[in-house]
RNA sequence: GGGUGAUUAGCUCAGUUGGUUCAGAGCGCUGCCUUGACAGGGCAGAGGUCAGCAGUCCGAGCCUGCUAUCACCCACCA
């Protein structure tokens, strides 16, 4: 028998079954006569690195799909990555500057280029990382949301949604991120509460000496951009001045005071200025009082030419500066500190501006119905449940989706527009013709048809020049990983999924759409079950950033605590929905659970086997008990699964193995030192072992794989990860339980007893049983050495010591210390325990005396009182016995 | 403003159909142990009026209502 290091060392083992398993193809999956069970990836970001969140997500999947893989089914863990379109290209832009390149002087094929050689350098590194995880993918069918097949599907489905005219081009009041210069979807501002100053200022009334109206706004440089003054139709202060024109300051502009009852009479001073072009309710104002729109902000958030003022200036350095022309020329009359909502770009995190532009939508309204009743009648599976809350309210006030973002990586707009002659750039005419096709020459075609030119050519026509949303990919996952819109085959078989993994954080921006896409293309849910996970957290419940640089390294986690452990410290504090606080102790924990597997191994493989050994009595009653007791967690575990409770799964797993298997099962199954072990009890041993292998195998893989080749000699292809759960483990077996707990308690009395008069383990203590509980002298308690003696009462022969009474269940016992015991205190302990056994009966007896009690409770729980009362006053009895043999 | 969830030991949290020692686990803490698999270990112990109030019930940590505090989501805020 080779040694086995003292500890468990990870790293190689890891390594080396992780390509065990991928050379013996284990992972991989093709469609056949089996069920299938199917996980799709949520696909990280191209530009991503392991972290928390993903070590959590799919640490659960590959759980999950592991277990499936033992049930016999066809499991299929479809891998993929996502092109992320504005953090990718951000990146890009960041890189190309740091070498001294402008995106603005690259063509748009030369920066995709740039991006693309950036991709195929960094992008996968988190496969890589996924995979020293234990991550079970079928990596052969690793898919990009930008790879032929899956942009295949992008343009498809938009050019079906423009045939069923679910798809329009508007100009609408939108959210413009200024660093990225590119619109953003609501899903993707973030609104927090953020301190501003409320500044309050005066306008001139026209045609008056000295009266003047004030306006409270966080955003004076915007005033330069006012084209109205709005006061509320009922405010008396207001109402001589209602038609009058206004001078805006420094600039004169003549501006009218309107009535609109959007206004709000309580805030600041009832007079509201309205920039139409900067504020989504100004503009909606705006709309309604036919007034004129001046933008005063360039795409890259600087003053336009329009604003007169400031032009170029940076709109925080314009702010600064206003004020102080303000200020100076006396129109600003005070300030007042503020506390409000601030919407930044989730992606640049800078303060996100409302612009008005021409972009492409999503009609969604009739695509959310049939998405909201699969939820809502449980077609589809929330866990938790409560997200189905969160989730109609969204669903039913959906809005529509802006799909268009001024990017260059992603799927490039399939339309195309009639060049414009006199200028390179594209209208900004929603009105304008435009043909969406699937290519430019159907375009073209299309193009024809419809102007009725014959004589046009590609060169007349210019594609939109914007990509789409990259959700816009992603809500086709479902059906693109398996090349479902051209290909149904595979798509048939493994669609719908079996469960999505992912946070709550994107169950708008992602799992809602993925819902809706599912129903409008196939016609069917695209998972069965959504396994919602929290956020992970520091100790200090603040999300993890690398701002806060509260994050830990992942990969230096998996180094330190071996995946397994990891595992293990990520699951064990991972229920559905919930928060994770995370913390390293508990991989800390996994790693110090792996060590004591790992020496339970150690101990089994150092048994001799000698075949000429009786297999004894309490033996076969510990192997009796641990087989009840693995029954029991076998079925414990069946439920956990099902329900997707799988940090209780993990936790019940951890105590039977370090309680029930190592603590109490081994130390006394294990031979007596010097001795050799008799077969039977050897090799039930080892069937316990690989059993508690395949149970824990998919939340801790490497170890078990590891422990299951190290228990004894296997054939090849006999490896934990494909070895089928055990259908043998029965039930529960509650006389032999009862047994056992017996023995266990006079354990612990035992031990209570030799700690309390502080007696060394190594000192022999007799101990005298009043019944014949035989089984307690096969007991093999390593510590507590005792010789069992079988007497009548407490009495002790010379040389053994005093005599000590104990309850351990219903029985009393007798121990000989060999020291002197004082009586009078061993009296006094008695007839307090007799106090309490009393006033137990009692609170028993007042129950079994209600008649409501016994007319109502189930006769079981009746029955169990009765006990109870019985059990106590056998406990009585027997205390009262004792003290009279001490006195 | 609309909604969701939470409140149980010093900390983080379980507690599934109201009913057995149901008041639990892990960590932390205290004491003892160089045990023959494991000090990354073992044995034992202390710690809680289950947020508060009221109600339903024979019986409430669990069900109902209200209150308090906290967290989050959606919408809106000059």
């Known amino acids: 028998m080779e040694e086995l290091s003292k500890r468990y060392v990870p790293g190689e083992i890891e390594d080396t079954w992780y390509k065990h398993w991928m050379n013996a193809g284990y992972f991989r999956s093709t469609p056949d006569e089996r069920e299938p069970f199917t996980i799709l990836i949520p696909p990280p970001n191209v530009t991503g690195q392991l972290h928390m969140g993903h070590i959590l997500n799919n640490t659960i999947q590959d759980t999950l799909i592991r277990r499936a893989r033992q049930e016999g089914k066809n499991a299929c863990w479809v891998p993929g990555m996502d092109h992320a379109s504005i953090a990718t290209e951000a990146k890009v832009v960041a890189l190309l500057r740091e070498q001294g390149i402008k995106k603005s002087d690259l063509t748009r094929e030369e920066f995709l280029a740039h991006a693309w050689a950036w991709k195929e350098k960094y992008g996968g590194i988190i496969f890589n990382q996924l995979q020293k995880l234990g991550a079970s993918c079928d990596w052969e069918r690793s898919a990009f949301t930008m790879d032929e097949i899956r942009s295949d599907a992008v343009i498809s489905i938009f050019v079906d949604l423009h045939k069923k005219g679910r798809l329009y081009r508007g100009k609408r009041m939108v959210n413009w991120d200024p660093s990225a210069q590119t619109v953003l979807s609501n899903e993707e501002v973030i609104y927090e509460e953020e301190k501003a100053i409320l500044f309050k200022v005066k306008y001139k009334v026209v045609g008056t000496k000295d009266q003047w109206i004030t306006i409270a706004t966080t955003r004076p440089e915007t005033i330069l951009g006012d084209t109205a003054i709005a006061v509320h139709p009922d405010d008396k202060r207001y109402t001589a001045l209602q038609g009058k024109k206004v001078q ?77 022309a303000l200020e100076e020329a006396g129109y600003l009359v005070g300030t007042e500190d503020l506390i409000h909502n601030v919407g930044r770009s989730e992606r640049t995190r800078v303060i996100v501006e409302p612009r008005l532009s021409l972009q492409w939508f999503v009609d969604t309204k009739a695509l959310a119905d049939p998405a909201l009743v699969a939820v809502m009648e449980n077609e589809i599976e929330f866990y938790p449940e409560n997200l189905k809350n969160t989730y109609r309210h969204w669903m039913t006030n959906i809005r529509d989706w802006c799909i268009s973002r001024q990017l260059w990586w992603g799927h490039q707009i399939p339309a195309w527009y009639l060049k414009n002659e006199s200028s390179k750039a594209l209208s900004t005419d929603a009105d304008e013709p435009v043909f969406v096709a699937h290519t430019a020459l159907e375009a073209l075609e299309e193009a024809k048809k419809i102007t009725g030119r014959t004589d046009l050519t590609l060169a007349d026509l210019q594609q939109d020049e914007d990509v789409l949303d990259t959700w816009f990919s992603s809500w086709l996952w479902p059906i693109s990983v398996f090349n479902g819109f051209r290909d149904k085959k595979e798509l ?50 603040r999300k993890m950033s690398k701002q806060l640089g509260n994050s830990p390294d992942a990969l230096g986690l998996i180094e330190q605590f071996g995946a397994d452990g990891v595992r293990y410290g990520i699951m064990a504090s991972a229920p559905a929905g919930g928060d994770i606080l995370f913390d390293e102790k508990l991989c800390e924990l996994g790693r110090n659970f792996c060590n004591k597997v790992w020496n339970a191994l150690r101990l089994v493989t150092s048994w001799e086997v000698d075949t000429r050994l009786a297999h004894d009595e309490g033996r076969a009653l510990a192997i009796r008990w641990i087989k009840s007791r693995m029954a029991e967690v076998d079925t414990q575990l069946r439920s956990d699964y099902k329900q997707f409770r799988l940090s209780e799964g993990i936790t019940t797993l951890y105590s ?108 022999v203590m007799y101990l005298v049983y009043p019944s014949d509980p035989e089984l307690i002298k096969l007991w093999n308690t390593p510590g507590a ?8 009462n407490a009495e002790c022969n010379e040389g053994e010591g005093t005599g000590v009474s104990f309850l351990a269940g219903k029985y009393q016992y007798y121990a000989a210390l060999s020291i002197s015991v004082d009586k009078e205190a061993e009296i006094k302990k008695m007839e307090e325990e007799i106090t309490y056994y009393e006033g137990f009966v009692k609170s028993v007896d007042k129950k079994l005396g209600n008649e409501k009690f016994v007319a109502n409770a189930h006769p079981d729980v009746v029955e169990k009182e009765r006990q109870k009362k019985a059990d106590g006053l056998l406990k009585i009895e027997q205390l009262k016995k004792s003290i009279a043999q001490l006195n």
């Not at 336009?304 to 102080?324: E, N, T, Y």
């Open 656 to 763: 039977f193995v370090w309680n029930d298997f190592c603590s109490i099962f081994l130390e006394v199954i294990k031979p007596t030192y010097g001795e050799a072990s008799d077969q039977k009890s050897y090799e039930a041993t080892q069937e316990v072992f690989e059993d508690i292998c395949k149970l824990l195998h998919p939340y801790m893989p490497f170890i078990t794989e590891e422990i299951w080749h190290k228990l004894r000699d296997r054939t090849a292809g006999d490896d934990c990860m494909i070895a089928l759960l055990p259908n043998h483990l029965g039930s529960a077996d509650k006389d032999v339980t009862g047994l056992f707990n017996h023995v266990l308690d006079v354990k612990t009395s035992v031990l209570e007893l030799r700690n309390q008069h502080q007696l060394s383990p190594k000192e």
């Open 492 to 541: 048939d078989y493994y669609y719908p999924s079996n469960v999505l993994v992912t946070g709550w954080d994107i169950i708008f921006l992602w799992v809602a759409r993925m819902i809706m896409a599912g129903y409008e293309w196939k016609g069917e849910k695209p998972f069965q079950s959504v396994y919602f996970t929290g956020m992970v957290r520091d100790q200090q419940r």
């Open 248 to 324: 805006v300051p420094l600039i004169e502009r003549e501006i009218p005071i309107i009535a609109d009852s959007y206004v709000d009479i309580e805030f600041g001073t009832g007079a509201l200025k309205v920039t139409p072009a900067h504020d989504i309710n100004d503009y909606e104002i705006g709309k309604r009082h036919a007034l004129e729109v001046i933008d005063v902000l360039n795409p890259d958030g600087t003053m336009s030419p329009a604003a007169q003022l400031f032009v170029g200036l940076d709109r925080d350095k314009a702010r600064k500066k206003m004020v102080a």
């Open 785 to 792: 050495k005792f010789v069992l003696k079988k007497l009548a």
